[in-house]
């Protein structure tokens, strides 16, 4: 990544013991950037290039992109998916790979969220690479090497290939719908839990954690937060300070191998929401607005946690006693077709063992007052947090985003099964106050 940063992480021997390298070549941030697109295909070579937006994108920069690809005499080929509703899924992904000319050598996405994830398959499937002219700082995929995708009605993250180049012209992404900004500062403000988390894991669990790259995503969180204020008032330089720290999120996944620095209990909050939506019909509003809230009622979790003394008794009881049967029922009423997938990696994973419980506790109750100091460490006060919340406008309880208040504790308990992540529901079900808890 060229753009130029405070903290740089070596590639090699990095005291995590892991080679810190980006395969995105550059990353363009700045005010009328997209003009140097011809210059950036060049570079590469391309001399065909397959340009892919949907209505909504073309009308904000995929006109202007391929008026500039014209007027630099760059052969292209343009794809506009037209479909109100693109969900990342086989359908989308199968629609750009029926209309993917071959005759053309890279691609250029113009748009952000969906159209990336999508992009990132169908580049890795044809093995092109691909441009990044970025319509909105809303989702923190735009450097990942993973696509968040839905298959067979299940949001999953799979492997894929990076951007080689990514621009951020701050004139495009600050005329963006106030939603997908908020989206964007929303995706990072879920950073909070899921450096705590990752953190948690480590103690916890024995995770991989890179204190480096952490440290990357907390100071790209200081910068949105103290721009927050500008960015409601869609000042370039805040618009610009949240691209930036979106990008860096996903350098950060990519430099760590794991998603660990990006997404915790807040982004699975998310993914619950995506997933109830699919089977049932129910609202779902942008991933980062959802991880926002996500993020607003895991620190009412962690408030809570901060107050509990551990109790092995109470904790190897609630275990031996937890029914996971009437567990899995719960959730496939709850979450639907997308349950039996979350159901057949717990199969494997075996995150209800009673014996890696039992392990699990011995060190919570050795290192409960550590954990304690970093939850204090890494969160921010409640009062900090809802101010924040306050200065955005931003939603913070889900009846904001068309969800039931009284669903909340439903989603929380679904939150473990989600991924083999240890996560805020697991620290509670360790504890064995899962019950407990209150949203």
């Not at 809230?293 to 962690?302: A, E, H």
């Amino acid at each position: 990544m060229k753009e130029s940063k405070k903290i740089v992480l070596p590639e090699t021997g990095c005291i995590c013991g892991k080679d810190h390298r980006s395969t995105v070549d550059e990353v363009i941030v700045g005010s009328g950037v997209v003009a140097r697109l011809p210059e950036v295909l060049a570079r590469y070579g391309a001399k065909k290039v397959f340009v892919l937006a949907d209505k909504n994108t073309y009308k904000a920069a995929g006109e202007r992109v391929c008026a500039i690809l014209g007027d630099s005499g760059i052969e292209h080929t343009l794809y506009v998916m037209h479909k109100e509703t693109i969900e990342p899924n086989e359908e989308a992904v199968g629609s750009v790979v029926m209309h993917f000319d071959n005759s053309c050598d890279m691609m250029v996405v113009v748009g952000t969220g969906v159209l990336n994830d999508v992009t990132k398959i169908v580049s890795t499937i044809r093995g092109k690479r691909y441009v990044i002219v970025a319509t909105a700082p809303s989702m923190d995929g735009f450097a990942s090497n993973s696509a968040s995708v839905i298959r067979d009605k299940f949001k999953l993250s799979i492997d894929t290939c990076t951007a080689s180049v990514i621009i951020g012209d701050t004139q495009i992404l600050a005329a963006a719908p106030m939603r997908m900004l908020l989206s964007g500062i929303g995706d990072m403000i879920a950073k909070y839990i899921s450096i705590l988390e990752w953190k948690l894991a480590n103690i916890i669990c024995g995770d991989y954690y890179c204190e480096g790259v952490a440290e990357m995503i907390r100071q790209a969180l200081r910068e949105c937060v103290e721009n927050a204020e500008g960015l409601v008032k869609r000042d370039e330089a805040a618009v610009a300070a949240v691209f930036k720290g979106l990008v860096l999120s996903g350098e950060a996944m990519m430099y760590a191998g794991v998603t660990r620095p990006a997404s915790g209990t807040e982004h699975y909050f998310s993914h619950i929401w995506d997933m109830r939506g699919l089977d049932f019909g129910t609202p779902v509003d942008f991933h980062g607005i959802q991880c926002a809230v996500g993020t607003y009622q895991s620190m009412k979790v962690y408030e809570q946690l901060k107050k509990v003394h551990p109790d092995r008794d109470k904790a190897l009881n609630y275990v031996k006693n937890f029914d996971v049967s009437a567990w899995q029922k719960q959730l496939r009423g709850y979450i639907g077709t997308g349950a039996d997938m979350m159901i057949k990696i717990e199969e494997k994973e075996q995150k209800y063992s009673i014996e890696k419980h039992a392990e699990r506790l011995e060190i919570l109750l050795a290192k409960w007052d550590e954990i304690i100091g970093i939850i204090n460490e890494e969160l921010p006060t409640s009062e900090a947090l809802d101010n924040l919340f306050n200065i955005l406008g931003m939603p913070k309880d889900p009846s904001d985003i068309g969800q039931k208040d009284e669903d909340a504790k439903t989603v929380f308990l679904a939150v473990k099964d989600v991924r083999d992540k240890y996560v805020s529901t697991r620290l509670a079900w360790d504890l064995g106050i899962l019950d407990e808890i209150e949203l």
